[in-house]
């Protein structure tokens, strides 16, 4: 992934997944998959909405929260930070202009000179100064530097007063280049290779909090879908033990019941409407839950009902661990974070090592003089280049113990092997990770398929018991016992569905194709 900017803009260009997942018959237990979709308009015709609805897929979550979730705002920012630290780095290589001026005056008066006094003298001295100095990328460090000065000087003595300009100029160049220590890299840059690897390194991160955030927000939908669908299987609970009281009343007023089984329908009935209580509060935490990740302003959510629009779906899937295992390694953003640590430990090492050397410097100055009684003359004179100027040398500096450079040295060395045991231990991690993943899919999907089987067994289990109790072979109490298992039952089944797909989604996450699998696509603005 090349990352040329410094905003990172998630756009998502359609989704594969929930909302797209064709509906698999409630019946069919050895398909390709499941679908709990059975109670999705059971009750729509009881149920009065309030006006304030609001339909959203995953796919129009996951936009919602790319461009209003907060964290993500926040996290946003970080690449650029970094981008303007390492542009400020490259601030080492900036020239430096040095421009002055100045005018001296200076009164010597009569000077006493043995038995008699001498004329006195004054000097009127003006200058100016300009350079311009900075340090190369190889580390040389260069200046150019022009100077002139003219002096106006008045001797006074018994023959009179004498006025005598002189005026001198001078251009010139040094350099000094390093051979040994700050050779081949100096602070200025250290600063810039640690800076990129930093800018990378919080471009990943952004790219880890997109992938946890969307991650986050899938699984808090999916249990949105759970919730939803939990308050109807509350409200089909409700409403066959609403009609067993009403039954059960009509067969005690016939003499044909006994009050005590009313009594157990009436508890039921009670017990049921709780239910549904508890549910409902489940379902408006949840709905806050997925608020909070998409939007930046609640307040505007606060009393908007999200409906997801999907249902929970179980496709099976085929899993190649080794192929999950190299995705994973080359695309975990926490996992190559771990390698720009290590790399950025490696710039340093490499930096401590330079400073172990002594200093080693060529030197040399070449330039133009020029001279003449008013400023025009010693520039022309220096312009016409005859007095030239040169020198050029070397310079030793050797440091007797260096006890700090050799330590910084060894110490950093010693952290460089701890940052790559640290990557061996995020890889372990990543591939006990996917293993185990894989393993819990395979449960999950078992579990889809067999809480599947298991309500629709309850189903027919509570329909042989209805008849039975119409036929008066059963009791009331024993049809409240199979619709619990039925209640139970279907609970199980959407229990199961919403931890396979949550489970799926870690997965994606784990094997770093959160992305990729969503056909979420991110572009450098």
Request: proline share 2%; glycine share 8%; hydrophobic share 35%.
């Given at each position: 992934?090349?990352?040329?900017?410094?905003?990172?803009?998630?756009v998502a260009s359609g989704f594969s997944g929930l909302a797209q997942t064709a509906t698999i018959s409630g019946t069919d237990t050895n398909g390709a998959g499941v679908v709990?979709?059975?109670?999705?308009?059971?009750?729509a015709a009881d149920t009065n909405a309030p006006a304030n609805i609001r339909m959203l897929s995953l796919q129009d979550c996951i936009e919602l929260a790319l461009k209003h979730n907060l964290e993500l705002q926040v996290d946003r920012y970080n690449p650029a930070i970094s981008l303007y630290t390492l542009k400020a780095a490259y601030g080492g290589y900036d020239p430096t202009l040095f421009?002055?001026?100045?005018?001296?005056?200076?009164?010597?008066?009569?000077?006493?000179?043995?038995?008699?006094?001498?004329?006195?003298?004054?000097?009127?001295?003006t200058s100016f100064d300009t350079r311009v100095s900075g340090t190369s990328p190889i580390g040389t460090t260069y200046s150019i530097e022009g100077q002139v000065a003219?002096?106006?000087?008045?001797?006074?003595?018994?023959?009179?007063?004498?006025?005598?300009?002189?005026?001198?100029g001078q251009v010139r160049g040094s350099i000094s280049q390093p051979l040994l220590k700050n050779f081949w890299i100096d602070q200025t840059r250290l600063n810039i290779?640690?800076?990129?690897?930093?800018?990378?390194y919080t471009q990943l991160g952004l790219k880890l909090n997109i992938m946890t955030t969307v991650t986050t927000l899938e699984q808090a939908y999916y249990d949105l879908i759970y919730n939803r669908e939990n308050v109807k299987v509350q409200e089909m609970a409700a409403q066959q033990t609403d009609r067993l009281v009403l039954e059960s009343k009509k067969k005690l007023e016939v003499g044909a019941l006994a009050e005590l089984d009313l009594a157990s329908a009436q508890a039921q009935a009670a017990q049921n409407r709780a239910a549904i209580i508890q549910a409902e509060s489940q379902l408006g935490?949840?709905?806050?839950?997925?608020?909070?990740?998409?939007?930046?302003?609640?307040?505007q959510w606060a009393d908007v009902e999200l409906q997801p629009s999907g249902n929970l779906t179980a496709e099976r899937v085929a899993f190649n661990r080794q192929e999950s295992w190299?995705?994973?390694?080359?695309?975990?953003?926490?996992?190559?974070?771990?390698?720009?640590?290590?790399?950025?430990?490696?710039?340093?090492?490499?930096?401590?090592?330079?400073?172990?050397?002594?200093?080693?410097?060529?030197?040399?100055?070449?330039?133009?003089?020029?001279?003449?009684?008013?400023?025009?003359?010693?520039?022309?004179d220096v312009e016409q280049r005859n007095r030239p100027f040169y020198s050029f040398g070397g310079q030793l500096t050797v440091p007797l113990a260096n006890i700090n450079a050799r330590n910084t040295y060894k110490s950093d060395k010693v952290s460089l092997q701890q940052f790559l045991l640290t990557i061996k231990e995020k890889e372990r991690d990543i591939l006990i990770a996917i293993d185990n993943d894989i393993g819990t899919l395979q449960a999950d999907y078992d579990n889809?398929?067999?809480?599947?089987?298991?309500?629709?067994?309850?189903?027919?289990?509570?329909?042989?018991?209805?008849?039975?109790?119409?036929?008066?072979?059963?009791?009331?109490?024993?049809?409240?016992?199979?619709?619990?298992?039925?209640?139970?039952?279907?609970?199980?089944?959407?229990?199961?569905?919403d931890t396979y797909n949550k489970d799926l989604a870690q997965f994606s996450l784990d094997e770093g194709s959160t992305l990729e699998r969503l056909n979420i696509d991110l572009t450098v603005k």
């Open positions: 992934m090349k990352w040329l900017g410094v905003f990172l803009l998630a709990y979709s059975e109670m999705t308009n059971s009750l421009l002055s001026g100045s005018h001296e005056h200076n009164n010597l008066g009569e000077q006493l000179f043995g038995n008699g006094l001498l004329g006195g003298s004054t000097e009127d001295v003219g002096t106006d000087q008045f001797l006074t003595s018994t023959n009179g007063t004498s006025f005598n300009p002189n005026t001198s290779r640690v800076d990129k690897n930093r800018l990378k935490t949840q709905e806050r839950k997925v608020k909070g990740l998409i939007t930046d302003n609640f307040p190299r995705k994973a390694l080359a695309d975990r953003p926490e996992y190559l974070q771990a390698k720009l640590d290590a790399e950025k430990q490696g710039i340093q090492l490499k930096y401590d090592w330079n400073q172990i050397f002594p200093e080693l410097d060529v030197v040399g100055t070449a330039g133009y003089n020029g001279s003449g009684t008013f400023f025009s003359e010693a520039l022309f889809v398929q067999a809480t599947h089987a298991q309500r629709l067994y309850e189903e027919q289990a509570l329909d042989a018991e209805q008849k039975k109790l119409n036929n008066g072979k059963s009791t009331t109490y024993n049809v409240i016992l199979v619709q619990r298992d039925l209640t139970t039952a279907r609970g199980a089944e959407i229990q199961a569905l």
